[in-house]
C-alpha cells in the first residue's frame, strides 16, 4: 500500500457502496481498489489530463 492509497478501515466502508458488474465474461484488468486509489492520486497530484 503506497503512502496516499485507502486503508484497509476505509475500504471495508467504501467497498460495498460500489456497484457492482453484472456482465460475464473476461475478468476486469484492475481492481476496483486499485482504480479508486489511481483516480485519488490523479485528483490530488493534479496530474495532466484532469482539465
Known sequence: MARGDLTDA???VLG????????PGRPPTW????L????????RS???GMS
Open 31 to 34: 481492481a476496483r481498489r486499485q
Open 16 to 23: 460495498p457502496l460500489l456497484p457492482k458488474g453484472k456482465k
Open 10 to 12: 476505509q475500504w471495508t
Open 46 to 48: 493534479q496530474a495532466p
Open 36 to 43: 479508486v486509489d489511481g483516480i485519488r492520486f490523479r485528483v
